[in-house]
């Protein structure tokens, strides 16, 4: 008599581990916005004037948007005649340049306690007046960024 052959058992299959399902997708956040550019342009006045040009205009619209993206950051509007005119005419100028520069900014809401305006006159001339060209370049207001 033959044996009976054992039958074979199933093994069990192991337990399915149940996957959780996904997590709902996570708005991707906004890019950071640009880091401000503090490199401005000079501010160019035509001679024995201290009223903004329509270019100056468009500019500080630039300016006052660049400004607007750190409200703790301060700045100098340093002002600067040629070397025409007397010496006290010029500091008049010169201060008359920034302060325009200033009452700008401060119109397009920019916080005045963030400027300081100071009239140099004909000192730190950035080109020589002796040529016209030259004198141009130094009817300026220089916007500087306080470290």
Do not use: C, W
Request: glycine share 6%; hydrophobic share 35%; proline share 11%.
């Amino acid at each position: 008599m033959t044996k009976p052959q054992p039958q074979p058992t199933a093994n069990p299959a192991p337990p399915v581990a149940s996957t959780p399902a996904p997590a709902p997708a996570q708005p991707q956040p906004a890019p950071p916005a640009p880091a401000p550019d503090y490199n401005f342009s000079n501010i160019q006045f035509d001679f024995n004037s201290s009223v903004l040009r329509t270019d100056a205009i468009q500019y500080l619209d630039h300016v006052a948007g660049e400004m607007r993206k750190d409200a703790s950051v301060t700045f100098k509007l340093n002002g600067y005649a040629s070397l025409e005119g007397t010496a006290e005419h010029n500091m008049i100028l010169s201060a008359d340049r920034a302060n325009a520069v200033n009452q700008y900014l401060t119109d397009a809401g920019i916080d005045g306690s963030r400027l300081s305006t100071k009239g140099y006159g004909v000192k730190h001339p950035i080109a020589s007046n002796a040529t016209e060209a030259g004198r141009e370049k130094n009817r300026r207001v220089e916007i500087v960024l306080n470290r």
